[in-house]
């Protein structure tokens, strides 16, 4: 089963808003990543987050991690068209491993 | 080339048909993993292999699928007898080390699989 929870499931915005995208985990994790994937094939990641580590910046995205809470969000500021895409969320399970747990996913939508 | 490679791009087959699904990693990269998505979901993970280490298997769905990683590069994915539910995409990735170590994970376009 997966791991992840995300929400909204679906988000349109115009271009130039911010757009916030949650996940939550159920179990303890060692990393959490966000990927972004066009046209349901090839993902790309965009960052990654570890246990430790609260809060993480890469150009006009910023994740923050709760593991008190087991969530974590992904911000892209001052959004634009080419942002248009499926995020998600996937996270590492604590201990020796190579598995990614994934959410479902969030559906991004950017009106210019 | 410098990314993950994947082939076929599409592939239809009959049910009852065996497929092979094949991933060129990065080269030098020790992980390789194999993850399926369905249409409008998130991805399932399969199989992953690290080095010389026994996979990771847990993630097959049925012992229809199988999977090979030859000299620690290249892998297939094997399904056996096809059925019309294992029509997804198949995405193959790979990482430096595996996903614990917080390497960043490149991923392939994928190979598109319709049983009808």
């Known amino acids: 089963s997966q791991q992840g929870e995300e929400d909204p499931q679906a988000l349109s915005i115009q271009e130039g808003e911010n757009a916030t995208m949650n996940c939550s985990y159920k179990?303890?994790?060692?990393?959490l990543q966000w990927y972004r994937q066009n046209s349901g094939r090839g993902l790309v990641h965009l960052i990654l987050?570890?246990?430790?580590?609260r809060e993480k910046h890469s150009g006009r995205l910023r994740v923050t991690l709760d593991t008190s809470k087991k969530s974590s969000s992904l911000l892209i500021t001052a959004s634009r068209a080419a942002d248009t895409a499926s995020y998600f969320c996937a996270t590492v399970p604590l201990g020796n491993t190579g598995k990614l747990i994934f959410g479902q996913g969030t559906t991004l939508q950017v009106k210019p | 080339g410098a990314g993950v490679s994947q082939s076929p791009s599409n592939k239809v087959t009959e049910k009852g048909k065996d497929v092979e699904l094949r991933c060129d990693p990065i080269s030098g990269h020790t992980a390789l993993y194999w993850y399926r998505q369905s249409l409008g979901q998130g991805l399932e993970f399969l199989i992953y292999?690290?080095?010389?280490?026994?996979?990771?298997k847990s993630g097959l769905p049925s012992d229809r699928f199988s999977a090979e990683r030859t000299g620690g590069s290249v892998s297939t994915l094997t399904i056996q007898r096809t059925q019309q539910e294992d029509s997804a995409v198949y995405l193959c990735?790979?990482?430096?080390?595996?996903?614990?170590?917080?390497?960043?994970?490149?991923f392939g376009e994928g190979s598109w699989l319709t049983v009808v």
């Open positions: 990735a790979s990482s430096l080390e595996i996903a614990y170590s917080g390497n960043t994970i490149y």
């Open positions: 179990t303890s994790i060692n990393n």
């Open positions: 292999f690290q080095g010389n280490s026994a996979p990771d």
């Open positions: 987050i570890r246990s430790n580590e």
